[in-house]
């Protein structure tokens, strides 16, 4: 089984800046995926920005610009970098990854979402 361990999430004042960590670990065969979502009171779950393995970044609409996704591979960590913060950024954040967890000779896909973490921007 393969765990998410975020952290990084605090409270800051408009334009203000935060980074976010999440690490995987478990039996890890390869990760795919990484990306960030959130969810603020009364709200779905919204995608904030992914990292294929290929490189390629996905943001959502309202973050171009200010958050920045990255990802050590070494480390199975994934970053989302938040910039120019502003009060509609606040929700809890949530990591998700997915891939392969298992061996060389028997292996199968996971999907695994952290505990979350709460960003809150004051005006």
């Known amino acids: 089984q393969v765990q998410l361990v975020e952290s990084g999430g605090g409270s800051v004042q408009t334009g203000g800046s935060l980074r976010l960590s999440c690490v995987a670990s478990?039996?890890?065969?390869?990760?795919?995926?990484m990306g960030w979502y959130r969810q603020a009171p009364g709200n779905e779950r919204e995608l904030v920005a992914t990292?294929?393995?290929?490189?390629?970044?996905l943001y959502g609409g309202s973050v171009k610009g200010r958050f920045t996704i990255s990802r050590d591979g070494a480390k199975n960590t994934a970053y989302l970098q938040m910039n120019s913060l502003k009060p509609e950024d606040t929700a809890v954040y949530y990591c998700?990854?997915?891939?392969?967890?298992?061996?060389?000779?028997?292996?199968?896909?996971?999907?695994?979402w952290g505990q979350g973490t709460q960003v809150t921007v004051s005006s």
């Open positions: 990292s294929s393995r290929g490189g390629g970044t």
């Open positions: 478990g039996n890890i065969f390869r990760v795919d995926s």
């Open positions: 998700n990854v997915d891939g392969l967890e298992g061996s060389e000779w028997s292996r199968s896909p996971f999907n695994s």
